[in-house]
């Protein structure tokens, strides 16, 4: 390619690298005619020459309203190849991708609420499957003209692709857009190249001048050169175009010698580029001249079908004409719909159009919307708005107007509310209010809905203003989108707001209420009333009454979604007190959801109803089988909320390894997919991994991501508070246990309680009862809540009661019941084990139960797991109890090679790991059951065989290890 050498190696390199694994993405701008389209095409060539796998879309006029079109038309690349991927990875993503390949759907609407990023992340699956082994490059031409939703995507792949097989080339003109700030931003931040593609030199102008012409350099005419150079301005397109339009007037022509120039040819660009344009379509016949004429006034792509029926064509004279169009170099087939034709240049298109009389164009472009309209009555896809931007070329603007409106609908209903939301602004600006009142507050019900599901809060709240004095909808239909931006402002958290909203809902239903309009509205407020941070009896009691007058109504009108709606709000109270009573409330959702055809919903109560199974039993069963459920359904935020509840439990298990493999997965995804919530609590399952291990320096690195992800802030904070607990008492640091569980129920003082297993209703009870400052009042009120009777907290309640029932002298009681603790603690070995260290010294003071076999089943355990300050601990108590105990030795085996290579024991080992957690020697002494001398000496053996200068090198030592 004459002047893109340059290019042509980054292009290559990038290639490479996508092939390597190591992929990014390219911006190309530049100014219509410099080369875009013809780089991208070079490129697809050497891609597909070494295998790639190769996916093409490209954005068009309709386009920026056209939610997907670009990645739709790409991805069909791999439809029509026949070479769609079977993998097991992207089993749970394939829903989603249905909403972009709808041979995907298996006949299967898609009914997630999943948000635009998973979208975008099951992308990001696909392509990375496509491009294992071989590499991937996906081409997406002409975003200055695509839609919002299509820009998001490339965005997240943008940011998301420098360690996958795959390489994003992006082609945009230089005019500003959201494309161009796109390239620009991700150049500046270093995730992406910007390839800004200039005007070729005069010395290029004349090779491409001569490669055209089929000569060399110095074998062209005189002047063409100095006449290509000044009227082109070194655009390559505006080159080809006035040689062509050159020697189709004869100006010129080729003789034996060579090219030579007849007579002076004209120097007015753009002019002589459309005459060049028109005089090639007239060369095709005064009938082909009309059609292609007529063709772009129906736009730069457009339908056969329509052309045909408004240029009174034959089906034979259609594909003549689209031949010899093509052969003209004036159209190309489209590759994503055969029944469709697009013109080679916009330019081209624009020419063909300017040579039409404004009358005429008027008439051709009436004539080709009532053909759409016929030929099309549903006006699927594009069609709509080709036919909006049709009417309107006619002057019938309230026709557009609603044409935009009915395409805007559309848009939202497929999820897509930015390109929704100004389909419809755009209709607004049209149907005219004093004339189409009704139609203008339709639509104007429309853009508010639009813009809640877009979460733009602020501008819904503006027009829902207008909105309240507005005499063009009736008292309800205003209610009813009043309580739509309550809830909104419910999910944002924007409390106040959303109080507001209610109140005006309210004041509209005042005089003219229906049960159908209240319904929504109350549960929308008994969610408030529930989820606002300032909660208390009497607000919990006036959002069950609120909840329970909703889902009666709801169930007898039916209005299925409020019903569920309230259901969740009921169990979520209902939790509270009882966890059975919970499950009604899920039972009845479910059935409701099933039952209505309300997939999401349905989800939504198994996912509860497996949880609360999970946390009263510890049994995993039917977590599971929800997990499956979200999967088959496509929800994957669901999914992956599911998953995290079972790694969660994986930890309690001490199933460590499956837990933070699960938890490191979770993370991945949900941090690139900006789920910051979610990417807090996949953290909060590898701190609890390392706690429930009794690793306290590798549960300190972890804590610091969480709290440089502002996970202290967060409500994740107690169940964090309550692990650390664990730690320390893994570590015999029992104030620092009870400082920490001092903590939870601080922060759930102050706070809604989101977890109920942070130790609140189950260990820290324990502690207080074994530091003598709590007895039997706080164990029956702890007892009066459902959270402790679920398992995980059971075993330590239990275990309390055991302690105080030996202390007041019921040694049988305090027998049965610590064996119900046992019973309880089966399915978590930590826990139970954690539970006999614990009672164990108090039943050695207070003359009961079996310590002694206590404290050797909990030494086994612990030195089996390498815990050693616990498992030390049961080894003195028992020598303080009169039993000999034999002095652990932990393996060779046990010390990491690294250690051992250079000769360090197991017992150093215990010392070294010590020091890791900035112990003192007399901290060690204590913990290992040594002297502080022999600490000593076990640190200077560590120095020398080490190469350690000091403690501080040996501890950073162990901070490496577990990094």
């Known amino acids: 390619m004459i002047g893109r050498t340059e290019e042509l190696g980054t292009l290559k390199s990038a290639l490479a690298g996508a092939r390597a694994g190591r992929g990014g993405a390219i911006f190309m701008v530049a100014e219509a005619g410099l080369g875009k389209s013809r780089l991208m095409r070079e490129c697809v060539t050497i891609a597909g020459d070494s295998g790639m796998a190769v996916l093409r879309g490209r954005a068009t ?22 070479t769609v991927p079977d993998d097991p990875d992207l089993a749970p993503y394939r829903p989603a991708l249905g909403r972009l390949i709808p041979e995907w759907r298996n006949g299967v609407p898609y009914e997630s609420d999943d948000s635009l990023v998973v979208l975008a992340e099951s992308v990001l699956r696909l392509l990375s499957v496509v491009g294992r082994g071989r590499g991937a490059l996906i081409c997406l031409g002409d975003l200055q003209d695509c839609d919002a939703e299509t820009m998001s995507i490339v965005e997240y792949l943008v940011d998301n692709l420098a360690d996958q097989p795959v390489l994003l080339l992006v082609s945009t003109r230089s005019a500003p857009s959201a ?91 753009p002019s002589t580029v459309a005459s060049s344009v028109n005089d090639r379509a007239r060369r095709l016949g005064p009938q ?64 063909l159009a300017s040579g039409v009389l404004p009358a ?25 708005q080709l036919a909006a931007r049709l009417r309107l070329a006619t002057g019938d603007e309230p026709a557009a107007g609603l044409l935009f409106a009915m395409a805007g609908r559309r848009a939202l209903g497929a999820g897509a509310a930015a390109s929704a939301e100004h389909l419809l602004d755009r209709a607004l600006e049209l149907i005219p209010a004093h004339s189409h009142a009704a139609r203008h507050a339709e639509v104007l019900e429309s853009l508010l809905y639009a813009l809640t599901e877009a979460g733009d809060v602020e501008q819904a709240l503006r027009r829902g203003a207008d909105l309240y004095g507005s005499v063009l909808l009736a008292p309800q239909q205003r209610a009813e989108l ?8 419910v999910v944002g958290g924007h409390w106040e707001k959303a109080a507001e909203q209610v109140a005006l ?146 930890v309690l298990y001490c199933e460590f390894a499956q837990a933070e493999a699960l938890a490191d997965k979770l993370l991945e995804s949900t941090t690139r997919m900006h789920q910051e919530s979610e990417s807090q609590f996949c953290l909060v399952i590898k701190i609890a991994a390392q706690a429930h291990q009794g690793r306290r320096e590798a549960m300190r690195l972890v804590l610091a991501e969480f709290r440089q992800r502002g996970g202290e802030q967060s409500f ?101 019941k610590m064996a119900e603790a046992q019973a309880a603690a089966t399915p978590f070995p930590m826990g139970r084990h954690l539970v006999l260290r614990l009672v164990a010294e108090a039943a050695l003071a207070d003359g009961w139960g079996e310590p002694v076999d206590w404290l050797r089943t909990a030494e086994r355990h612990f030195h089996g797991v390498d815990v050693a300050a616990i498992a030390g601990a049961c080894r003195a ?83 490496d290890l577990y990094l």
């Open 482 to 489: 009043l309580t739509r931006l309550a809830w909104v402002c």
């Open 288 to 351: 082909w001249h009309r059609a292609l004429q007529a063709a772009a006034i129906i736009g730069r792509r457009f339908p056969l079908a329509a052309l045909q029926r408004v240029s009174g064509l034959s089906d034979d004279e259609l594909h003549a004409l689209v031949r010899a169009g093509t052969e003209a170099q004036l159209l190309e087939p489209s590759r994503s719909s055969p029944d469709w034709c697009t013109f080679c240049h916009t330019w081209t298109a624009e020419a």
């Open 61 to 82: 006029q309709a386009g920026a309203t056209v939610p997907f079109r670009p990645l739709t038309e790409a991805l069909f690349s791999i439809v029509r190849s026949g």
């Open 179 to 269: 494309a161009l700030s796109l390239a620009q931003s991700s150049a500046r931040d270093r995730v992406a190249q910007l390839m800004e593609i200039g005007p070729l030199t005069d010395e290029q102008v004349g090779e491409l001048a001569a490669e055209c012409l089929g000569v060399a350099a110095r074998e062209l005419p005189d002047g063409v050169a100095r006449w290509l150079t000044q009227s082109a301005d070194g655009n390559p397109f505006v080159v080809e175009e006035l040689l062509r339009g050159g020697i189709a007037a004869g100006a010129l022509a080729r003789n034996g010698a060579g090219w030579r120039m007849v007579e002076d040819v004209p120097r007015d660009m």
């Open 716 to 816: 994740h904070a107690p169940v964090v508070f309550g692990h650390r607990a664990i730690c320390a008492l893994l570590g015999e640091d029992r104030p620092g246990a009870e400082a920490e569980m001092a903590r939870v129920r601080e922060w759930e003082r102050t706070h809604p309680t989101i977890y109920y297993q942070s130790g609140r209703y189950g260990l820290g009870v324990l502690l207080e009862v074994l530091a003598g400052r709590a007895g039997r009042e706080l164990l029956v009120e702890t007892c009066a809540a459902a959270a402790a009777h679920l398992r995980w907290n059971l075993q330590f309640v239990l275990a309390a009661e055991a302690v105080l029932l030996g202390r007041e002298g019921d040694a049988k009681a305090a027998d049965a």
């Open 505 to 650: 809902a309210r004041r509209l239903l005042a005089e003219s209420s229906s049960p159908a309009h209240l319904a929504p509205l109350d549960v929308v407020e008994a969610h408030l009333l529930t989820l606002a941070d300032s909660q208390g009896d009497d607000r919990a009691a006036r959002a069950e009454a609120l909840a329970l007058r909703a889902v009666r109504t709801a169930e007898e009108i039916p209005l299925p979604a409020t019903a569920c709606q309230g259901r969740q709000v009921l169990a979520l109270l209902a939790r509270r007190h009882s966890f059975d009573d919970a499950d009604v409330h899920l039972r009845h959702m479910f059935a409701t959801a099933n039952a209505h055809g309300l997939p999401i919903w349905r989800l939504r109560a198994q996912i509860r109803l497996a949880t609360n199974e999970l946390m009263r039993t510890g049994g995993a069963e039917q977590i599971l089988l929800a997990r499956q459920a979200a999967l088959t359904l496509g929800a994957v935020t669901a999914g992956s909320q599911a998953d995290a509840t079972v790694a969660m439990q994986q």
């Open 877 to 959: 108590l028992l020598r303080k109890a009169g039993v000999r105990v034999m002095q652990r030795r932990t393996g060779i085996g046990a010390v990491p090679v690294r250690f051992a290579s250079r000769g360090v024991t197991a017992r150093e080992f215990e010392v070294l790991t010590l020091l890791g957690e900035r112990r003192a020697n007399p901290e060690i002494a204590k913990l290992l059951f040594i002297s502080p001398r022999t600490v000593e000496k076990h640190v200077a053996s560590l120095l020398g065989k080490l190469d350690s200068a000091d403690r501080r090198e040996l501890s950073n030592l162990v901070t």
């Open 360 to 384: 005429e164009r008027k008439a051709l472009a009436a004539a080709a919307a009532t053909a759409v309209e016929s030929l099309f009555p549903e006006l699927p896809g594009e069609l709509c």
